[in-house]
């Protein structure tokens, strides 16, 4: 098949799945197209069958805000004739649902039909979607899509919570490539973060206010009371300085380190034993999916899709939104004695088999065939 994917090409969730998604597919012999701003991050390197477009946007001293989304439908336009698409999988809804669209009906004019695929992602629906300066173009772009999927039954069940959907949403759950993150860790690595063999807690994120990244410190500083350890935050944005000012008025700021956005994350998650995610919701929680497949258990909140990866008292623990208290008790019996957390590595590695991407890129595949 001629697949085009469109998507954010940041360290997000939803740019990330749609990058490995593509190169899966590309892997299968399907000729895919990437149409974004910017080369996704995990696009790294010659893959043969994938071909990348960027959306070039034009800017005019009239425009205060130059007009992305309608450059992204010239292009979407243009790479699905000169290549003749069969389909296109467009993930988050804003504004890609609503470009594909308009693509659609430019080239329905011309006698070319292209189905469009909507893969909501999370904060296209829960957050930013609902704004009512969005809500009616989301709405009406995403029933406009020959099909939709959600990457959760959560995100399934919020979409049609808030939004008018006409249509089935189905549920696709993310994956992960548990071949890539089945590491053995980087000895030199790991002693440079823990020198005296402390516990390695990990969080990873964009940090924005949603992710609540100052109760990742908080449990930390719980945790490292009774068992040394050390904080790596993996990940930048706007939250950052909370975290550090936090991290230095509970006196822990030493044991902490910021690495930034990275692109090895196998080798970061290698060396850890708990990945902590605080979120205030997750559609569904790549990043604490990815840690498992590296065999790191997860404390969690119970939020949002959580709940459909995470299994308490196997891969780790959920806790309420902000209980902070549970969460650095929990973090603490995964972590008190060597044979519980190896039982816990354990079970996490084996739990991210079953999201195994040989498992679910034949489901987009099934999904792309109904409409060829
Ligand atoms: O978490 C973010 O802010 C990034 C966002 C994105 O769209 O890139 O992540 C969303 O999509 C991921 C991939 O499907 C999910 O794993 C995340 O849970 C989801 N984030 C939220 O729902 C907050």
């Given at each position: 098949m001629r697949i085009g994917i469109v998507c954010y090409p940041t360290f997000?969730?939803?740019g990330v799945l749609a990058t490995e998604l593509g190169k899966a597919l590309a892997q299968k012999g399907h000729m895919v197209h990437f149409i974004t701003y910017q080369q996704p991050v995990r696009l790294n390197g010659f893959i043969p069958n994938i071909f990348?477009?960027?959306v070039q946007v034009p800017t005019y001293p009239l425009f205060d805000y130059p007009p992305y989304e309608t450059a992204l439908a010239s292009t979407m336009v243009d790479v699905i004739k000169n290549n003749n698409l069969d389909l296109?999988?467009?993930?988050?809804?804003?504004?890609?649902?609503s470009a594909a669209y308009m693509a659609k009906q430019i080239l329905k004019k011309e006698g070319k039909t292209i189905p469009v695929i909507?893969?909501?992602?999370?904060?296209?629906?829960?957050?930013?979607?609902?704004?009512?300066?969005?809500?009616?173009?989301?709405?009406f772009s995403i029933n406009e899509s020959d099909a939709i999927t959600a990457v959760s039954?959560?995100?399934?069940?919020?979409?049609?919570?808030?939004?008018?959907?006409?249509?089935?949403?189905?549920?696709i759950v993310n994956f992960v490539d548990v071949s890539r993150f089945s590491r053995k860790p980087i000895d030199a690595f790991k002693k440079v973060i823990a020198p005296n063999g402390e516990r390695i807690l990990l969080h990873a994120s964009n940090f924005r206010k949603i992710k609540r990244v100052q109760d990742v410190v908080k449990i930390f500083a719980e945790v490292n009371k009774q068992k040394p350890s050390k904080l790596l935050?993996?990940?930048?944005?706007?939250e950052r300085s909370t975290a550090e000012d936090l991290a230095k008025e509970l006196n822990v700021f030493d044991e902490i380190r910021f690495v930034g956005k990275q692109e090895q994350m196998e080798d970061i998650l290698a060396i850890g034993d708990l990945f902590l995610l605080t979120s205030e919701y997750e559609s569904f929680g790549l990043a604490a999916l990815e840690a498992m497949a590296a065999g790191v258990p997860v404390v969690s909140t119970n939020a949002g899709?959580?709940?459909?990866?995470n299994i308490p008292g196997e891969t780790g623990y959920m806790s309420d939104v902000g209980d902070v208290d549970s969460m650095s008790k929990q973090a603490l019996s995964i972590l008190k004695d060597d044979a519980t957390l190896k039982l816990f590595k354990e079970k996490a590695a084996a739990h991210a088999k079953k999201f195994d991407?040989?498992?679910?890129?034949?489901?987009?595949e099934k999904l792309y065939e109904r409409f060829l």
């Open positions: 997000g969730g939803s990348y477009h960027e296109l999988h467009v993930h988050y809804a804003i504004p890609h649902a909507t893969t909501l992602h999370g904060t296209d629906i829960t957050l930013v979607g609902r704004d009512k300066m969005y809500a009616p173009v989301v709405t039954q959560n995100l399934r069940d919020e979409t049609f919570k808030h939004f008018k959907i006409e249509k089935e949403i189905e549920v935050f993996v990940g930048d944005g706007p899709g959580l709940s459909e990866i991407i040989t498992n679910i890129v034949p489901v987009y």
